[in-house]
């Protein structure tokens, strides 16, 4: 059982910043991919980013570029890095954990999820 939960959401203007983070409290962190989400108000949730347990990443094609992310194994901690902010990024952000080796993008692959942080893009 793993139990994530997101921080570092907010209120920004488009090409600006913000860095969300997600604390995983439960066993074997380093066990699991994690992953990364969004979903616009009206629209399904869709795949953002996520890394391996050996760091490798991937990314959608419209946050390629502009987003990061990164693990840190010891602190049970993923962190998402988002700049050049567009208004079209403005979502619920939410992380989550699949257990395994390989990577996934579809939401029904991944074990576990948070509750989700409130990312807002002004023009």
């Known amino acids: 059982q793993v139990q994530l939960v997101e921080s570092g959401g907010g209120l920004v203007q488009a090409g600006g910043s913000l860095r969300l983070s997600c604390a995983a409290a439960?066993?074997?962190?380093?066990?699991?991919?994690m992953g990364w989400f969004r979903q616009a108000p009206g629209k399904e949730r869709d795949f953002v980013a996520a890394?391996?347990?050996?760091?490798?990443?991937y990314y959608a094609d419209s946050v390629k570029g502009r987003f990061t992310i990164s693990r840190d194994n010891a602190k049970n901690t993923v962190y998402l890095q988002m700049n050049s902010l567009k208004v079209e990024d403005t979502a619920v952000y939410y992380c989550?954990?699949?257990?395994?080796?390989?990577?996934?993008?579809?939401?029904?692959?991944?074990?576990?999820w948070g509750q989700g942080t409130q990312v807002t893009v002004s023009s």
């Open positions: 989550a954990a699949r257990y395994g080796s390989t990577w996934a993008r579809r939401t029904y692959e991944y074990d576990y």
């Open positions: 439960g066993r074997a962190f380093s066990s699991y991919v």
């Open positions: 890394i391996s347990k050996t760091g490798n990443t």
